[in-house]
Nanobody, 117 residues
Framework: QVQLVESGGGLVQAGGSLRLSCAAS????????MGWYRQAPGNQRELVAS???????NYADSVKGRFTISRDNAKNTVYLQMNSLKPEDTAVYYC???????????WGQGTQVTVSS
């Protein structure tokens, strides 16, 4: 019943922008910290950005200043605004939700982001 549905991925040229969305259902969204991870070919999955239930944010050094994570609790949605995209940002991006009052966590299906040069 819990679902994380991602959208907004696609193909862009270097220097362009994309906004990823992750819509959650089946959970009380405001009780979950949210995060975006990515996995590029030949790489391990890495945390890109996270946002707590208090709206504190954290970013990987590689995206700091270019990406912004935000959440809209009224829409049960977390966003990742990606600006000044680079070819090395190419990866499958995954949405993650972590319950703050236990050890429950959920993953989205992943969405492909490809940045061409």
């Amino acid at each position: 019943q819990v679902q994380l549905v991602e959208s907004g991925g696609g193909l862009v040229q270097a220097g362009g922008s994309l906004r990823l969305s992750c819509a959650a259902s089946g959970i009380t969204f405001s009780n979950y910290a949210m995060g975006w991870y990515r996995q590029a070919p030949g790489n391990q999955r890495e945390l890109v950005a996270s946002i707590t239930t208090f709206d504190n944010t954290n970013y990987a050094d590689s995206v700091k200043g270019r990406f912004t994570i935000s959440r809209d609790n009224a829409k049960n949605t977390v966003y990742l605004q990606m600006n000044s995209l680079k070819p090395e940002d190419t990866a499958v991006y995954y949405c993650n939700a972590v319950y703050r009052f236990g050890n429950l966590s959920y993953w989205g299906q992943g969405t492909q982001v490809t940045v061409s040069s």
